[in-house]
Nanobody, 114 residues
Framework: QVQLTESGGGLVQAGESLRLTCAASGNIRSINTMAWYRQAPGKQRELVAA???????KYSESVEGRFTISRDIGKSTLWLQMNSLKPEDTGVYYC????????WGQGRQVTVSS
């Protein structure tokens, strides 16, 4: 079992920055992949950024060059640095880690005004 606690997010204006944090506890040594997803109003949840294999990262085209995913060596904390935010980045952001199953954080609202 892995427990995830998210923090950060909020309301900003376009062009500003935010940082999301996801703290993992429990059986973190079994974590394979770590990722951030988001869900905009009326849309399906989508992958934003992820560690896909070791230190290899993957980003959605819409955030490439603006967002950075990072984590500590022990995989106990995952971050998402979001720069140059746009109104279309608005949504609920979720961290997700995988062992033999997926675990999800509670979600944090990010709202970007124009």
């Amino acid at each position: 079992q892995v427990q995830l606690t998210e923090s950060g997010g909020g309301l900003v204006q376009a062009g500003e920055s935010l940082r999301l944090t996801c703290a993992a506890s429990g059986n973190i040594r079994s974590i394979n992949t770590m990722a951030w997803y988001r869900q905009a109003p009326g849309k399906q949840r989508e992958l934003v950024a992820a560690f896909v294999a070791g230190a290899v990262t993957k980003y959605s085209e819409s955030v490439e060059g603006r967002f950075t995913i990072s984590r500590d060596i022990g995989k106990s904390t995952l971050w998402l640095q979001m720069n140059s935010l746009k109104p279309e980045d608005t949504g609920v952001y979720y961290c997700c880690v995988s062992t033999s199953m997926n675990y999800w954080g509670q979600g944090r609202q990010v709202t970007v005004s124009s």
